[in-house]
């Protein structure tokens, strides 16, 4: 007697009925309250980016990054150009609606439509984006696409040690899924890294949570919030715990 026979059938995963692979992002704008996704233009975005960038003088937010800093303006150049004609990772600007000014950078990267999984990252934020409304309506416009275009998982990972992005994938709704050891070897050193997910059964709540937060009314004439965005605690509660 057949081992499967004997002790019954082996469990599968759940069904996915009629599925078919999801379509690639495309280089389109993406219009918000606060920011404004464009794909990325070296003509349009790299002086910008460059002069909102060197606001970081000390280079702090290079520390995780593959590249950087960059203190020439040819060589920054470069990059941009290198980077606009990728199709995956796939990057785009981030551009300030107050002030029309490319203030970061963003990407889907390991994109996997026969999956339906897709990753964010590249995240290149001057210090003109940092802990601003445009941040967080940058990273709502991007996962918000991935989920209109069907795909079933959004990935964030980042080094282990970089404490600020452990934190925003948190407070962004993503799920801490573990630690891979000794993953990549980056800049001459070590990258644990920390992997974290959405998934699309959980978008819908997170998507009405951004919505409310992002609203102009939540926030006053100096655009401070009224209330905080609640994204990691409803993404908790849809989560079993283990």
């Known amino acids: 007697m057949r081992n ?12 996915v009925p009629d599925w078919t692979p ?15 996704i464009e794909p990325l233009d070296p003509a349009l975005h790299a002086d910008s980016l460059f002069d909102a960038n060197s606001l970081d003088t000390a280079g702090r937010m290079w520390t995780y990054l593959f590249t950087g800093p960059y203190t020439d303006r040819a060589e920054y150049r470069h990059w ?6 990728s199709r995956d990772p ?13 203030v970061g950078v963003g990407s889907y990267l390991r994109i996997e439509p026969a999956h339906g999984v897709i990753e964010v990252g590249h995240l290149a934020f001057s210090p003109l984006l940092q802990r601003t409304a445009a941040a967080t309506d940058a990273m709502y416009l ?3 696409q991935a989920f209109a275009l069907g ?3 959004y990935e964030w990972k980042c080094d282990s040690m970089n404490a600020a992005s452990r934190r925003a994938a948190l407070r962004l709704g993503f799920g801490f899924e573990g630690i891979f050891r000794q993953a990549i070897v980056y800049k001459g050193r070590n990258r644990d890294t920390a992997w974290y997910s ?28 009224k209330s905080p965005l609640a994204a990691g605690a409803i993404a908790a509660l849809q989560r079993p715990l283990t």
């Open 4 to 15: 499967d026979e004997r002790f019954g059938p082996l469990p599968v995963g759940t069904a």
């Open 22 to 36: 999801r379509p690639h992002p495309p280089r389109t704008a993406i219009e918000g309250h606060w920011a404004r």
């Open 80 to 85: 941009v150009e290198d980077r606009s004609s």
């Open 90 to 102: 796939l990057f785009y600007a981030i551009v300030d609606r107050r002030s029309k000014r490319a």
């Open 142 to 144: 991007m996962m918000r």
């Open 151 to 153: 795909f079933r998982r």
């Open 198 to 225: 959405i998934i699309d059964r959980e978008w819908p709540a997170l998507d009405a949570e951004f919505q409310r937060w992002l609203d102009p009314s939540n926030f006053d004439a100096s655009g401070r919030q």
